[in-house]
């Protein structure tokens, strides 16, 4: 059995940061250089930030929130239903792309600062249960 991940730093504070795009560990420095590439190192505190694995789960979680906060309660008004699919489609899947885009980086930001709070680095692998199943 692997041993479980402990909270080693504020878990709210690190997480928050994280989802305004700010380093867990100050709150000042970037986090992201780029849309969604984490900096190598805070500018400000020089935290290690590349050692807080993202992977897919920020993907996956946006998915999670968009399908259900979004798509799931738009399927309950009929409009969507009997509307020509050549002018609802754009209409709902642009702005949904768009939506979906800007909580990514998000998500990203806060899962860092879960890692981050957690102490869970890249060299971890004792946590993904999934690889002691092969
Ligand atoms: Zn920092």
Redesign the pocket.
């Known amino acids: 059995m692997p041993a479980m991940a402990e909270i080693i730093h504020p878990l709210r504070r690190s997480v928050f940061r994280g989802i305004t795009g ?8 970037k986090l992201f250089w780029k849309y969604l590439k984490v900096n190598g190192r ?6 290690d ?1 590349a050692r807080y694995p993202a992977d897919d789960g920020p993907a996956y979680l946006t998915i999670l929130l968009i399908g259900h906060l979004v798509v799931a309660p738009m399927l309950f008004f009929s409009i969507v239903w009997r509307s020509n699919p050549a002018y609802s489609l754009p209409i709902i899947l642009v702005p949904l792309a768009g939506l979906t885009l800007a909580l990514l980086p998000r998500v990203k930001g806060g899962w860092v600062g879960l890692m981050y709070s957690l102490g869970v680095k890249d060299t971890d692998a004792h946590l993904h249960t999934a690889d002691a199943a092969d």
């Open positions: 700010h380093c867990p560990a100050c709150g000042q420095g805070c500018e400000v505190c020089d935290t930030l």
